[in-house]
């Protein structure tokens, strides 16, 4: 259906038949509050955190208070709650500036989702079967309890912790509740992890984490692979940037030349697009970075400890040639030699590397080249470049290092790592992650899984207890953003409304099991509940005032550079391997986060799934981007399925004809394709973390995500499956 379609049909029917109309089973758009909810009453602002994803951005919340009918254990009555009603962008907040993105104003929804999780339930029948039993608190935690008891008493370490990424006080309670056991810290996993940039920055500039940039006051910009308008780092604060470098200097427009196999929503903002072959970005930055040294049009020390880091800076890259550049990369001669050129006279200058150029078998090579140009251009630490946010010192030690996900569930499997207990917080390995790490089968081993979850997901509906979490509008919340700001701070806001279930905090839920156990901890915990702990943390001032804005800047000890890594673990500059024998598999998969649903956690939320995607305006479903030649040489046309293959896996999508992708390229989007994530996200499209394969980048042990070839084919007619808000990207603008 194109748009000119769906405008004509929502004039006469409305939107909710539209979208039934066009293969959608949704009969009506879903409403964040039920009807019989809203009723009159006086709006207060709130400050509040959004959730859903590692930026820490700052909301206001708008909450309605009014007399609203109840019924509770059979008894009618009238009580005067706040309800949230709407997100928007914390207007003081360093780090977002008043504004939110789509994914923010939607956050909303996990607090009234219909089948969000409203009680403890215990698991019966077979395990992965969606059975549950209701049960009340009392028995819930006193099961987890009496299991926890028994590793107390056996002194073993086989207690695991599985959660998301994102520094918080949240996540150092969980830290500190598994020292008291003697296991190690929480593991951390997401898809697209950024722990290969982190390391690069360590080795570089002594900071482990992700960087801030300085747009709006730079000239010239440069960007391999991420996607930092949409999906990467700090999207909302970059956007903000990025406006001001566009259009808030009067007389000065920044220019802006985007890197990548697979036009992004960022590389459709640039005024050059550059398509590259994968794995080849860091050749190209050396490729510019010989360039300005060749040509003195930068000082060849300006490289600093980043240049070190690379073999052949201190004889000028004479292996980076543009000749040589353009024999590797595709990427023209004439054009490195002007992009060198344009980024070394129109400072100030800065290049950024983030997404698919990370996730390659030589992904830390690739950051650390990116590192040393930024380092001979002078842009470190420097108006209109990069610099690192500066980061409190955290309650909890991480020490020893967390082991990785893939690392655990190996050792569950091989009977080498005897975790009885495992905790989940808040993730979903089962779905994101290669079939070849047998995520689901370790977790099915494991005697006993909790699952501190709002929903029933692909890993959760194998834990034997659910122990449901408040929303984040209903409890205390923090986050301490890593880049996105020039300060310290801390994001924190306690409950904006009532509870509306019989759910409770997570990390209250913690400090209660504490004080239960037969062996108590030693030392004891402090804290009588999750503010107190949150006010030790940020001080009583900092308390005060944070619970005031929703934010605050924290001035006291904050972490310090660290001591770059000896120049013998640098890497080495190797080309990218792909797994797949190119003449069977002759395609690069390039997955890339969803602007709805980013690696899959938010497909639960409908307002997301009716969002069109920006740039192929498809929604309620998945796709599979392909250049039009390679369409057309394969006798693909557009919403035709085609079948996806890799040495580990396929699957069959709708097909949408990209210019913005590379011929040699098949692109997908992550985010849908979950077996079990309620009724909007169960049961829809495809997931491509099913092909991956699961090859590592060497220096870190990170998941090397868009290192695996596959091959392409079609299977059928088009069969409904591809909904769209407008026409097909390759039809002219005028027809769209």
Known sequence: MDRRGFIKLTAITGTSATLASCGSPENQLIRFIPDEDLTPGIAEQKPGVCPLCGAGCGTTVRVMQGDTEVVRNGQAGVVTVGLAKKLEGNPTHPVNQGALCPRGQAAIQVTYHPERITQPHKWRGARGSGDFQPITWDEAIGELVSHLDTLALGKQASLACWTRPGASTRHDLFALFLARFGAPPPTSFALFSDDVLRRANLMSFGREQLPTFDLGSSR??????????????????????????????????????????????????????????????GVLALGLAHVILRDKLRPADAGGRAGALIDGWSRGLADYTPAAVEQRTGVKAVRVERLARELAEQRPSVAIIGGAPLAQTNGLFQALAVNALNALLGSVDTAGGVSFMPQAEPAAATSPAPRPLRV?????????????????????????????????????????????????????????????????????????????????????????????????????????????????????????????????????????????????????????????????????????????????????????????????????????????????????????????????????????????????????????????????????????????????????????????????????????????????????????????????????????
Do not use: C
């Open 408 to 736: 655990v569930a190996a050792g569950i499997l091989a009977d080498r790592s005897p975790v009885q207990v495992l905790l989940l917080d808040n993730v979903n390995p089962v779905f994101a992650t290669p079939q070849e790490w047998h995520v689901r089968d370790a977790v099915l081993k494991v005697p006993f899984v909790v699952s501190f979850g709002n929903f029933v997901d692909d890993t959760s509906v194998l834990a034997h207890l659910i122990l449901p979490d408040h929303s984040f509008l209903e409890s205390w919340t923090d986050a301490r953003p890593e880049a996105g700001a020039h300060v310290a701070l801390a994001t924190l806001a306690g409950p904006a409304m009532k509870p509306l279930h019989q759910t409770r905090a997570t990390p209250d839920v913690l400090l209660d099991v504490a004080k239960r156990l037969k062996q108590p901890f030693k030392p004891e915990f402090p804290w009588q509940s999750f503010d107190q702990m949150l006010q030790a943390t940020v001080g009583e001032d900092n308390f005060a005032t944070a619970t005031a804005q929703g934010w605050v800047e924290l001035k006291g000890k904050v972490q310090q550079a660290q001591a770059a890594p000896s120049r013998s673990q640098a890497a080495p500059a190797r080309d990218a391997q792909f797994d797949g024998d190119p003449a069977q598999y002759p395609f690069y998969l390039l997955p890339f986060a969803s602007q709805a649903f980013l690696d899959g956690s938010l497909a639960h939320l409908p307002w997301l799934q009716e969002m069109p995607d920006p740039l192929s305006t498809a929604m309620w479903s998945t796709w599979v981007e392909v250049n039009p030649q390679t369409a057309a040489r394969l006798g693909i046309g557009d919403g035709d399925i085609v079948e996806i293959a890799s040495g580990h896996g396929n699957l069959q999508a709708p097909a949408v004809l990209s210019p913005g992708t590379a011929p040699d390229v098949i692109a997908m989007p992550v985010g849908q394709g979950h077996e079990t994530f309620t009724r909007y996200a169960s049961g829809r499209g495809a997931n491509p973390v099913k092909l991956l394969a699961p090859a590592l980048e060497p220096e870190t042990g990170a998941l090397a995500w868009a290192s695996t070839r596959v091959k392409v084919s079609r299977v059928a007619s088009p069969d409904g499956r591809l909904i769209r808000f407008g026409g097909s990207m390759t039809e002219p603008t005028a027809h769209r």
């Open 220 to 281: 010239y910009v440069i960007a391999f692979g991420a996607d930092f308008l949409g999906t990467w780092n700090s999207p909302v604060a970059q956007s903000a940037a990025y406006g001001r470098m566009r259009q808030g200097r009067p007389g000065i427009r920044g220019a802006f030349v985007q890197v990548e196999p697979r036009m992004s929503l960022t590389g459709a903002s640039a005024d050059e697009w550059v398509p590259i072959r994968p794995g080849t970005e």
